[in-house]
């Protein structure tokens, strides 16, 4: 059994090294190879828990175990998610924003961050709102209702409400479709909170989650209903409107927990002493770095596309071809960033490290 420790789990870095293989492998197949979730063979796929499983492990390292909320160390902490999450974030933007766009450079950082996706640079803003809340609510919760498991509970509820709400327009309406709820990106953090919460509870009762996993029957339940829910998803369509989104939402846990349990159940293949879970916790420490530097590293090859979508369905040679190209531009964005790094100042500013 692994047990929660003060050092780093090697294995959930190495997690987090392959989510981000992932992510970079998505933005290859949508804008290098220039594929569409309706064409590719793999993008679906990909796009059910690359990014639940990234808010995943954010939330998981979130928790504290022995940690005194005060009105200094609330300030502190988020005057530091602050500093790590927006000023890379905007610095890069701005980098992406000349080097790879053709519009004007304050035409183009308007448009940007009056976009949810922030010309894909959402994710530190969205992090950062769910690092705050989180917060927020661990200050209280320590101070109102300390050993409880009910607040962090009914939290995580809230936000899977809140997520429902987007894809239930008939019930709720079309509620989040404001400027702030699109301009502030709120509208990405509603999709993903829970995730980071269901992370931050797995990290809270981490002795009882092992003993689920290590249940016979759990696996196996897990595995099937991850291929129902999946071929609902891509067969079999029985559910209509609003309803679709339940099965996605089922396969985005599901296959998040199966990722999970790979990794936690093969963690001697992940440590520092070997040399695949050596590379993978080298970019899993590095994910930033990586995150704000591949947009504007990652190559324009429409032919490849073009050749995939004439030849489709053909899911393995998508995602050898994804990855293939994403490890070599995560392989500069590494150097890149280590060459960055030399100075103390640009380490702390650009990548939030001291």
């Known amino acids: 059994m692994t047990e929660i420790k003060t050092n780093r789990m090697e294995w959930l870095d190495a997690m987090r090294g392959f989510t981000m293989i992932l992510v970079v492998a998505y933005h290859v197949a949508q804008m290098s190879f220039g594929e569409s979730e309706k064409t590719s063979a793999s993008l679906p796929f990909l796009v059910l828990f690359r990014m639940p499983l990234f808010f ?21 902490l988020c005057l530091k998610k602050l500093k790590v999450q927006v000023i890379p974030a905007l610095v890069f933007l701005c980098v992406y924003i000349v080097l790879r766009t053709q519009t004007p450079f304050w035409d183009g950082f308007v448009a940007a961050m009056k976009s949810p996706t922030k010309d894909g640079y959402w994710f530190t803003w969205v992090l950062l709102q769910m690092f705050i809340i989180y917060y927020v609510f661990a200050a209280m919760s320590q101070r109102w209702m300390r050993n409880s498991h009910i607040p962090i509970v009914l939290l995580w509820a809230a936000a899977v409400f809140g997520y429902l709400s987007l894809y239930m327009p008939n019930t709720f309406g079309k509620w989040y479709k404001t400027d702030f709820m699109m301009q502030s990106s709120f509208y990405e953090t509603l999709k993903f909170f829970h995730f980071f919460l269901i992370g931050n509870i797995a990290h809270r009762y981490w002795h009882q989650s092992q003993k689920l996993f290590d249940t016979k029957w759990f696996f196996p339940v897990v595995v099937l209903l991850a291929f129902l829910s999946c071929a609902d ?38 440590t520092q002493d070997r040399p695949f879970g050596k590379a993978l916790q080298f970019i899993g420490t590095r994910t930033l770095d990586v995150y704000l530097l591949h947009f504007i590293l990652l190559p324009k090859l429409p032919q490849v596309g073009e050749w995939l979508n004439a030849n489709r369905p053909n899911f393995v040679v998508d995602i050898v071809l994804a990855s293939s190209v994403a490890l070599v531009v995560i392989a500069f964005c590494l150097l890149i960033s280590s060459i960055l790094r030399m100075s103390p100042l640009l380490k702390e500013y650009l990548f939030g490290r001291k």
């Open 233 to 270: 998803i891509f067969q079999w369509h029985y559910l209509k409107f609003q309803w679709t989104n339940l099965p996605k939402t089922m396969a985005m846990y599901l296959l998040m927990i199966t990722a999970l349990m790979f990794f936690r159940h093969y963690q001697q293949a992940f």
């Open 56 to 76: 995943f492990v954010s939330g998981f390292l979130a928790y504290r175990v022995k940690f005194l909320w005060t009105a200094s160390s609330f300030g502190s």
